[in-house]
């Protein structure tokens, strides 16, 4: 199975501040990752697919990156509307649609 | 609006069975695959279910496999989680999310659309 693990798991950051969060899988999975963004009692919305495809919508603040094992997310500017938790998902191999614990951003 | 809309959550005994459901609309339902995803209370993602445009594929996760049948009926715009010998780790929010793709594998897709989720508790 493909598991994969987010770096932080929590990170507390300031409006205007530059975000970073990685995604590691178990094994190499091309670019066939997705990003989300979940706030709380809401469902989770899409950002990011294909690894570096900024989903129709999403504010260009948002960016992906990465291949193989290695990924991330970045939001160049934190707003206060882009406090959530944030979930890498992988879609290559099997249990087909992985997703990863979640890093929560917070409040400085 | 594109939209989904689950039902048929509630309070359930271990052992039992429940049927959720979830509408759709705003989209052309059969050129999609459909997936189920739960999250327990404070957790994570965990996806379920999923099904392909014509229901020729289903797959399931592991923790659910023998007990759950996913369905569709594009007729109705709607598809389906018939959730049989239910446990307490099952507890959850399920949600419905419709993919990018029209079959099961969705390599450079993703889950673009997401319902509201409808929760899933024990007695």
């Known amino acids: 199975d493909i598991q994969l693990t987010q770096s932080p798991s929590f990170l507390s950051a300031s409006v205007g501040d530059r975000v970073t969060i990685t995604c590691r899988a178990s094994q190499g999975i091309s670019s066939y990752l997705a990003w989300y963004q979940q706030k709380p009692g809401k469902a989770p919305k899409l950002l990011i697919y294909?690894?570096?495809t900024l989903q129709s919508g999403v504010p260009s603040r948002f960016s992906g990156s990465g291949s193989g094992t290695e990924f991330t997310l970045t939001i160049s500017s934190l707003q206060p509307e882009d406090f959530a938790t944030y979930y890498c998902?992988?879609?290559?191999?099997?249990?087909?649609?992985?997703f990863g614990p979640g890093t929560k951003v917070d409040i400085k | 609006e594109v939209q989904l809309v689950e039902s048929g959550g509630g309070l359930v005994q271990p052992g039992r069975s429940l049927r959720l459901s979830c509408a759709a609309s705003?989209?052309?339902?059969?050129?999609?695959?459909l997936h189920w995803v739960r999250q327990a209370p404070g957790k994570g993602l965990e996806w379920v279910s999923g099904?392909?445009?014509?229901?020729?594929?289903?797959d399931y996760a592991d923790s659910v496999k023998g007990r759950f049948t996913i369905s569709r009926d594009n007729a109705k715009n709607s598809l389906y989680l018939q959730m049989n010998s239910l446990r307490a780790e099952d507890t959850a929010f399920y949600f419905c999310?419709?993919?990018?793709?029209?079959?099961?594998?969705?390599?450079?897709?993703?889950?673009?659309?997401w319902g509201q989720g409808t929760m899933v508790t024990f007695s």
């Open positions: 705003g989209f052309t339902f059969d050129d999609y695959a």
């Open positions: 999310a419709k993919a990018t793709c029209s079959t099961i594998s969705c390599y450079t897709g993703a889950f673009d659309i």
């Open positions: 998902q992988q879609l290559n191999g099997y249990p087909l649609f992985t």
């Open positions: 099904i392909s445009w014509n229901s020729g594929s289903t």
């Open positions: 294909a690894a570096s």
